[in-house]
């Protein structure tokens, strides 16, 4: 689930050709200001060939309804995603989408809060009879958000909300979303010691063992990941003022995100100082993992080539993607 921002839609460039729309599923939120490049964006790194999600929550629905209409007149495979809390307007404009699609494919992003819920099981069945779809036209994301609660108690919390999910063998598909990557990097924990000038921090990754949990649970049917990537699970409610941000990359280690981040003013050195870093860890995937990773050993060895915030998150969340499908049985 990523943002439709430039660097996290870089990002999707460089994913590996036989993996999109198969093993991997982007699901691009459009937030309130649409780029005006993201349909091209779309259009050069996703094809007309792969299947991806656009959910439209946070546009209004004549804005939504418009760039639904654009993806299907250049050809491109989406998937509009719907909720229960979505207004009556934007539903129907999903609706409408729909009935030029066959066969009908939805997604639902249902709060887990409110599929704990006991009115949950009629709410999805208003929702379902107002798109005029079935169950076995809906990916069901079963969304956490942001992770504030102790391990133990949010695996056990997802375990019984799983357990009470209704209808659970009847959707497409059913999928686990959450992310426990941070807001604020300089806050999110006890960073060590400088050393050559980087600061490095270990953060476990919730979601990843959680979702790892749920397939060793003896459920039905398997049960499919989404994550944010390295991005912070909610938007905020108005843009962030322009701002120098801290030279950082954030990288994807199986069950965990490791953080490095310069100390610097020089923006230039101190990105070559962090790739430098990060290729001389036995983390480091090497050169040819990914295009991600193929940038970072790019700039670590040349001193050149070190980008801006946009290019980082690119290669942070172009490693995030090989790393997780890597280790994430598919369900698309």
Not at 168 to 195: C, H, K, Q
Request: aromatic share 10%; glycine share 6%; proline share 7%.
């Amino acid at each position: 689930m990523l943002p439709a921002k430039a660097g996290e839609l870089l990002a999707l460039d460089g994913v590996s050709p036989l993996r999109k729309g198969e093993e991997i599923q982007p699901m691009v939120i459009l937030q309130k200001e649409i780029p005006a490049s993201l349909l091209k964006r779309l259009i050069k790194s996703w094809s007309t060939h792969d299947k991806f999600y656009i959910d439209p929550h946070s546009t209004d629905a004549i804005v939504a309804a418009k760039f639904l209409d654009l993806t299907r007149g250049a050809g491109l495979q989406a998937i509009p995603v719907a909720a229960p809390n979505n207004s009556q307007e934007k539903i129907e404009v999903i609706r409408r989408f729909l009935k030029g699609t066959d066969p009908a494919h939805v997604a639902i992003r249902l709060p887990a809060d409110l599929a704990a819920a006991k009115d949950c099981e009629r709410r999805l069945g208003d929702l379902l009879n107002m798109l005029g779809v079935g169950p076995e036209h809906v990916d069901l994301f079963v969304d956490f958000g942001y992770i504030r609660e102790s391990y133990r108690f949010h695996q056990a919390n997802v375990a019984r909300v799983f357990e009470l999910l209704p209808g659970f063998d009847d959707w497409r598909s059913i999928r686990y979303a959450a992310s426990s990557f941070p807001e604020a990097l300089r806050e999110a924990g006890n960073y060590e010691e400088p050393e050559n000038g980087i600061f490095r921090l270990v953060l476990p990754r919730v979601e990843f063992d959680t979702h790892q949990s749920l397939c060793s649970a003896g459920f039905s049917r398997p049960i499919g990941f989404s994550d944010t990537a390295v991005t912070f699970a909610e938007p905020p409610d108005t843009p962030a003022p322009p701002f120098r941000p801290t030279v950082n990359l954030r990288y994807t280690v199986a069950d965990s995100f490791m953080i490095l981040m310069g100390v610097y003013d020089n923006e230039n050195e101190d990105m070559v100082r962090v790739c430098e870093a990060l290729v001389a860890m036995p983390e480091f995937r090497g050169e040819n993992y990914s295009a991600g990773d193929a940038a970072i050993f790019h700039c670590a060895k040349t001193r050149r080539d070190h980008g801006q915030s946009q290019q980082w998150r690119k290669w942070d969340i172009n490693h995030h993607f090989e790393e997780t499908m890597d280790r994430v049985p598919s369900s698309a």
